[in-house]
């Protein structure tokens, strides 16, 4: 049995979960269930990062403690996923006991192995970044990112000795020329390094909400090399060395392009001071914008996914987002296109074809689903879509392998045009055409099952199978002539109601 481990970025607690965050953890949610659909075993972790000065000052605005704020916002963030159908093995808050142990060894291993050294520091601070810049980052004179006003900021920190692994981070990249995806993001990553990479400091003495420094307690980690280390923590780092080992060597990080210098060039440079491989893999996504602009506060241009959901279900909310947003360059939301798709696909298609099958079923079948033909035309498809899907699966490409399984979808739908049973006979020819239509049916639920975690289900149920979907494997159940006919086919209202546009 393979392994698999993919992990979300954590999220910040100084706000609400909008359709950004959503997104990529959307995304690591439907690859762990495409890994558990295969027969992987699968650790999917996702969860909350809650120190730092810009927790604290959130905090304070809004008359909290700390450690109150990352309540509550913790607990929207889980409500989110739960809303979602997000079906994460573990979730991790940078709060936990176990996280400040990783954290604490991790770093004292790579100040034992000489990597850390006391400095002082003053540099321009973006708060809602945590991030130092230089003034050739800065865009007007304001933070690159949040377009807003940074700080000087001095104060006596620890320094971690970046600048000493520019070779070992540029053979490490030439000896793993897939770590990093796409191209491009991995091209960027070799840029910064290539470009000179400066010490960088990795503590906070004027700061007491974080893990604190275990060789100096006057100082707390900087929030950032705090947070990289809740994927250590999860498989077990500094408290479980047999899962540790199980589980490191498959993780695979899904992230967004904003914070690829902390992971693609920090965090594997953090891994090897501290004596532990980089990370397998880092995926990294682009922006998901609204009319032309990232989302923030400060743009008012966030979405809540509970917003969505009610106005198209959470099959149609990850159906969307899935498949319109290709996994790599900037996506553009619009209400108007989520509409467009969900009627396209999910109305239109794949609901109109259950519906029309159900009723001519019912009405040339009595009720009763024929068995496909072994030599239907649809057979050499299926298996053509059944290898698309997977290949498109196993490089996170979620929108080709949602493309590649509706071609399958399209064909049925086009074989019933092409027959016109409704009009025909009860007879063979009949069975034939309805048989191989509900062999689609069951196949595509199949695979769209990922995406459409409620709905696949229920298209199990009204074809006639018992068997719950979840216990359906591949490539098994992929594999045309599954369908054993002889069930009774259920009628029931719309799967997917159109939407006016």
């Known amino acids: 049995m393979a392994r698999f481990y993919v992990t979300t970025p954590i999220y910040y607690v100084n706000d609400a979960p909008h359709i950004g965050h959503a997104y990529t953890t959307v995304t690591a949610d439907a690859v762990a269930r495409w890994h558990r659909l295969v027969g992987d075993e699968v650790l999917f972790v996702t969860g909350t990062d809650e120190h730092g000065l810009k927790v604290q000052r959130a905090a304070e605005a809004n008359g909290l403690t700390p450690k109150e704020q990352a309540d509550r916002y913790s607990a929207r963030f889980r ?4 809303l979602l159908d997000i079906s994460n093995d573990d979730y991790i808050r940078t709060t936990e006991p176990r996280h400040h142990r990783a954290v604490q060894a991790l770093m004292q291993a790579a100040y034992d192995n000489g990597w850390i050294y006391s400095g002082t520091y003053e540099g321009l601070y973006c708060v809602d970044c945590e991030a130092y810049y230089t003034e050739a980052d800065l865009v007007d004179g304001l933070c690159p990112v949040h377009k807003r006003p940074i700080e000087l900021m001095s104060e006596e920190n620890y320094f971690f000795r970046l600048s000493a692994f520019t070779d070992q981070l540029v053979e490490w990249y030439s000896d793993h020329p897939d770590a990093v995806v796409p191209e491009s993001r991995r091209n960027e990553a070799l840029g910064i390094i290539k470009g000179g990479l400066q010490d960088i400091s990795i503590t906070r003495s004027a700061l007491d909400w974080g893990v604190r420094v275990p060789w100096d307690d006057r100082h707390v980690f900087y929030v ?14 500094g408290s479980d060395g047999a899962a540790f080992a199980k589980w490191w060597p498959v993780v695979h990080h899904l992230l967004g392009k904003d914070i690829l210098r902390f992971h693609c060039v920090y965090w594997p440079a953090l891994c090897m001071a501290a004596g532990i491989e980089p990370p ?16 923030s506060k400060t743009a008012f241009n966030q979405i809540a996914p509970a917003d969505l959901v009610a106005d198209f ?14 996994f790599g360059p900037d996506g553009e939301f619009s209400y108007e296109g989520m509409t467009a798709r969900y009627n396209a696909d999910l109305a239109n298609n794949l609901g109109n074809l259950l519906a029309r099958v159900g009723a001519v079923v019912a009405q040339k079948c009595g009720g009763v689903g024929p068995a496909p033909r072994e030599d239907s035309p649809l057979a050499p498809l299926a298996a053509e879509v059944y290898e698309a899907v997977a290949a498109a699966w ?16 399209r064909a049925a739908n086009a074989a019933l045009e092409e027959a016109e049973p409704w009009k025909a006979e009860p007879g063979p020819e009949v069975d034939a055409v309805l048989g191989d239509a509900l062999e689609v049916l069951r196949i595509v639920a199949v695979l769209a099952s990922p995406a459409l975690t409620r709905a696949s289900g229920e298209i199990w149920r009204r074809i006639g199978l018992l068997q719950p979907i979840s216990k359906a494997r591949l490539p098994e159940a992929a594999l045309w002539g599954g369908y054993p006919g002889g069930l009774p086919v259920v009628r029931g209202e719309p799967l997917f109601p159109r939407r006016r546009d």
């Open 79 to 82: 409500e989110a996923w739960e």
């Open 224 to 237: 950032w090399y705090d947070a990289l280390i809740n994927y250590a923590t999860v498989a077990g780092y």
């Open 280 to 295: 397998h893999s880092l995926s990294v996504h682009g922006y998901l914008l609204v009319r032309g602009e990232k989302m």
């Open 313 to 326: 279900g959470v099959d149609g909310y990850r159906y969307h987002f899935l498949r319109d947003q290709s």
């Open 394 to 409: 196993g490089r996170i490409a979620p929108n080709e392998a949602l493309e590649a399984a509706w071609r399958l979808v």
